[in-house]
T-cell receptor, first 109, second 114 residues
Framework: GQNIDQPTEMTATEGAIVQINCTYQ??????LFWYQQHAGEAPTFLSY????GLEEKGRFSSFLSRSKGYSYLLLKELQMKDSASYLC??????????FGAGTRLAVHP | DSGVTQTPKHLITATGQRVTLRCSPR?????VYWYQQSLDQGLQFLIQ???????AKGNILERFSAQQFPDLHSELNLSSLELGDSALYFC?????????????FGAGTRLSVL
C-alpha cells in the first residue's frame, strides 16, 4: 500500500531554518517530490530526489534516505513569503503520484 | 507561470448539473493528470492520460469522466453534481507518462456546487 506522513502544521520565525519531515511507504519507489502550495494556488515543483543524500537548491534543500523511507525539506533564511503548505509526494505504482496531506508552515516576524 | 492553462478559473453551479473543466498542457508535454483538492484536504489523484489514452486511474467517481484530445488538451466532465463535489480541480502535465516525471500544475478551477 501507499502511505505518506508529514506534520500538519509548523511555525517558524523569519530568518530561521525549518525542517519539514516526510515518511513514506510505497509499493515501488522512483523518487520523492516536494511541492510548495500557497493557499488557493497551484502546487509548484521544488525538488525531486531519487538518490540518497542531500540536494541543495538555493535556500531550499531536500534530503532522502531510501532505506528509512524518509525525506526532509530544509528551508533556510526563512522569509514571510515562505508561508505555504509543503507537499511531499511519492510514486504509488501504476503511474500514480501519491501526495501527503501537506505541512502548513507559518512564518512570523 | 507553469505553462499549464486551466479554464474556467471559477465555476458556480447547482446540484444535479453537469460541468466541463478544460486543461491545456505545457507545450510538448504528452501526459495530463487531474486532481481534486477539497477544503483542507490533500491532492487526490483522479486520472491520467498519455498521448490520448487513459494511463492510470485513481479515486475517480463514476459520475466523472475525462478525455484527452488529439491536440493533447484534456477535459474533465463532472455530472450529477453533489454538494461534496465542491473543490479545487487541478490539472498537471508532464513530458512523459512515468512516475518519475515532474508534474507541472495549472492554476486550478474552483468549483462551487450550491
Amino acid at each position: 500500500g501507499q502511505n505518506i506522513d508529514q506534520p500538519t502544521e509548523m511555525t517558524a520565525t523569519e530568518g530561521a531554518i525549518v525542517q519539514i519531515n516526510c515518511t513514506y511507504q510505497t509499493s515501488g519507489f522512483n523518487g520523492l517530490f516536494w511541492y510548495q502550495q500557497h493557499a488557493g494556488e497551484a502546487p509548484t515543483f521544488l525538488s525531486y530526489n531519487v538518490l540518497d543524500g542531500l540536494e541543495e537548491k538555493g535556500r531550499f534543500s531536500s534530503f532522502l534516505s531510501r532505506s528509512k523511507g524518509y525525506s526532509y525539506l530544509l528551508l533556510k533564511e526563512l522569509q514571510m513569503k515562505d508561508s505555504a503548505s509543503y507537499l511531499c509526494a511519492a510514486p504509488g505504482g501504476y503511474n500514480k503520484l501519491i501526495f501527503g496531506a501537506g505541512t502548513r508552515l507559518a512564518v512570523h516576524p | 507561470d507553469s505553462g499549464v492553462t486551466q479554464t474556467p478559473k471559477h465555476l458556480i453551479t447547482a446540484t444535479g448539473q453537469r460541468v466541463t473543466l478544460r486543461c491545456s498542457p505545457r507545450s510538448g508535454d504528452l501526459s495530463v493528470y487531474w486532481y481534486q483538492q477539497s477544503l483542507d484536504q490533500g491532492l487526490q489523484f483522479l486520472i491520467q492520460y498519455y498521448n490520448g489514452e487513459e494511463r492510470a486511474k485513481g479515486n475517480i467517481l463514476e459520475r466523472f469522466s475525462a478525455q484527452q484530445f488529439p491536440d493533447l488538451h484534456s477535459e474533465l466532465n463532472l455530472s450529477s453534481l453533489e454538494l461534496g463535489d465542491s473543490a479545487l480541480y487541478f490539472c498537471a502535465s508532464s513530458a512523459f507518462a512515468g512516475e518519475e516525471n515532474i508534474q507541472y500544475f495549472g492554476a486550478g478551477t474552483r468549483l462551487s456546487v450550491l
